[in-house]
């Protein structure tokens, strides 16, 4: 093939380098816009990210159950099996507990189990929560903002009360649990 008959592929190929070297620089210079408007982009548009969860949940319960003197078996049985054991502190063990919430710093709780002779000797433990207090905190947050005011007029009351037909059960009425005192408890998370 002769030299001469290449050139005009020769040229097709250094039109469409040119065509694409010029798109990345028209590219670059755009590319700073989008970066200096980073900031409000990425509070419009947020990931959600879960709550996680790790380690061995010891509530208070579980604690009061225990009593200095009991075999291991029965520790196990109560608290589940340890998290951290270590072969050279055989008579130790050690639950963690750890929270971590969007936006918001790790939380965590800690209970170590001493033994002596295959007994419980002693408990040292964080504060930990009772059940329904540990309960209530997996809870969503509640929506931001005013709660909308739900009014029916008498008329309207009647009206559903009239249309309702009243439905036998056979099951037994179900007490409900009282709502938890939040001040009762340290929060896992700061106040906001």
């Known amino acids: ?9 020769f040229s097709m190929l250094r039109t469409l ?7 990345g620089l028209a590219a670059c210079s755009t590319w700073s816009d989008v970066a200096a408007k980073k900031d409000a ?17 010891v509530t ?13 078996a029965v520790v196990r049985d109560v608290l589940g099996s340890a998290l951290l054991t270590s072969v050279f502190h055989a008579d130790r063990w050690d639950y963690v507990f750890t929270l971590q919430r ?21 408990i040292e433990a964080d504060e930990v929560p009772s059940e329904k207090e540990f309960v209530s905190t997996l809870r969503s947050t509640p929506p931001k903002g005013p709660v909308p005011v739900l009014e029916a007029s008498p008329e309207a009351l009647k009206a559903a009360r009239a249309a309702s037909k009243p439905v036998a ?3 037994p009425a ?17 106040a906001q």
């Open 1 to 9: 093939m002769h030299f001469s008959m290449l050139l005009p592929h």
């Open 17 to 23: 380098v040119l065509l694409s070297a010029s798109a």
């Open 41 to 57: 982009l990425a509070t419009a548009v947020s990931p959600y990210k879960i709550d996680i969860i790790q380690g061995n949940v």
């Open 60 to 72: 208070r319960e579980q604690l009061d159950y225990l009593r200095p003197g009991m075999p291991r």
């Open 102 to 122: 969007q936006g918001a710093q790790p939380q965590s709780r800690k209970v170590t189990v001493f033994f002596k002779n295959d007994v419980l000797e002693r």
């Open 169 to 171: 059960t056979t099951a």
């Open 174 to 190: 179900v007490n409900p649990t009282p709502p938890v005192d939040a001040s009762a408890y340290p929060p896992l998370e700061p």
